[in-house]
Structures are given as C-alpha cells and as structure tokens.
C-alpha cells in the first residue's frame, strides 16, 4: 500500500522551544570555556613567556622605545643568566630615585668605584630591562663607559656607545667583586642607563626572565 503524502495545506508542527534549564546549561559551558581560555593565557604568561614593552631608551640602539620583546620564564628559572643575556628583572629599592642610591655610601654615582651593595630589597613594580654585564666572583671597573671584566675589557653592544666624557657615569676605576650569586647588570646606552653601577647587583630571585626574541614592531622582529 502507498501511503498518502501529506497535502501542501498541512504544515509541520514547529519544534518545541529549548528549555531554560539548556540555555543555562549553554551559557554555562561558554563560562567555563572562558575561564579555561582566559586561565590558559594566564598561566602561558605567568610560567613560560611574557611580553615585555621596552618603556625607556636605556637599551638603545639594541632596543627601542616602544619595542616588544618576549620574556623567556623558563630560561629565566630553571637556567643561571650569563654574560650578555638580555634580563627582565626587579631592580633593588633605591634603584628608581631620581639619584639612585647605592648601600655603599663610598661607591656608585660620584665616587670611583660602580655601586657593589644594593640599598634595600627588591621592588616589586615597574621591572627594568638591562644586559647582565658580569656575574658574582667577577672584578670590574670601567674606563669611558668601556667594562674592565676580570682584567679585559669587554666587547659587549654598550661599549660601543661614546660616554660623551661624563665622568660620574663614565668612569669608574676602582675594581669591584661582584657577590656570589649576584649579576650586574648594564643599560646598552651607558650615558642614558639607570643601572647597578648606581644601584649594585641583583640576586637571582628577581630575575623574571632572559629576553630572547624581538617581536614588534614588525620591521623589527629578530632574536636579541
């Protein structure tokens, strides 16, 4: 038997609207979606890599004002920062006064000798970027910007960037030691770098990460 087609009169029953209970359901898994999304950015950026915006000119010309640089977290923690690593780190207190303070009243800005004591613990805010220019167990001092390293001197970007004469940022012939476990670290730009020649060296915990890739601006991408 041949059943009998439905006439073009009869229309279909609409289907039955959803539930409250799904559409909460529905709004509930793009909740959960989200917060995975959002934890997953946040937990790539706390423990693996970070973008870091170059906010001065004390890296110049290895970096510039408004570069993007990614912060390496996992060098930064599970490996020792050598020379010439570029660093993320939190600079000790003291470090952002307009004249930076040094815990040796006889060393750092004006004296003969570059700053080999922080004046306090670290600050938590506004981390700074520098090239770690000698390790702890070290001698350095420094001659017209250029860096003394254990009796040599150095051939990092830096010493490449005239001191213009300024002595109290230039010239610093006394040597230091740097402490065990500590890293001194140097702005590219000696004549424009608030650095530990002023503030001293920084111990391992406040380093946040090696810097290692340039990714903005576009023109600009490389590895550091």
């Known amino acids: 038997m041949v059943s009998e087609e439905p006439s073009a009169s009869q229309t279909p029953e609409p289907p039955p609207p959803p539930s409250r209970t799904a559409s909460w359901r529905g709004l509930l898994e793009l909740a959960v979606l989200a917060a995975v999304c959002l934890g997953g950015v946040f937990a790539f950026q706390l423990f ?34 050598k020379v010439g690593d570029i660093v993320v780190f939190h600079p ?3 470090a ?9 009243a006889s060393a750092g800005y004006g004296h ?17 970027i520098k ?9 350095i001092s420094m001659r017209d910007g250029q860096l ?21 940022l ?8 740097v402490p065990d476990g500590k890293y001194f670290m ?7 770098s608030n650095d530990s020649r002023f503030w001293g060296p920084v111990g391992r915990d406040q380093i946040v990460g090696v810097a290692g890739l340039r990714f903005w601006p576009v023109s600009r991408i490389g590895s550091l």
């Not at 230039?170 to 030691?177: A, N």
Request: glycine content about 10%.
């Open 92 to 94: 000790p207190a003291g």
């Open 48 to 81: 693996l890599f970070k973008p870091f915006r170059i906010p001065s000119e004390s890296m110049y010309p290895t970096l510039k004002v408004g570069d993007v640089v990614i912060v390496n977290r996992v060098a930064g923690n599970w490996s020792d920062p």
């Open 186 to 192: 140097l702005g590219d730009n000696r004549p424009n």
């Open 170 to 177: 230039c010239d610093f012939p006394q040597p230091i030691r």
């Open 131 to 139: 090239r770690v220019a000698a390790v702890g167990g070290d001698v």
């Open 112 to 128: 003969a000798s570059m700053c080999d004591r922080p004046a306090g613990d670290p600050l938590n805010d506004d981390p700074y």
């Open 148 to 168: 003394i390293r254990n009796g040599e001197p150095q051939d990092l970007p830096g010493e490449q960037v005239p001191c213009q004469g300024t002595s109290k």
């Open 96 to 104: 952002e006064a307009r004249s930076a303070q040094c815990g040796n």
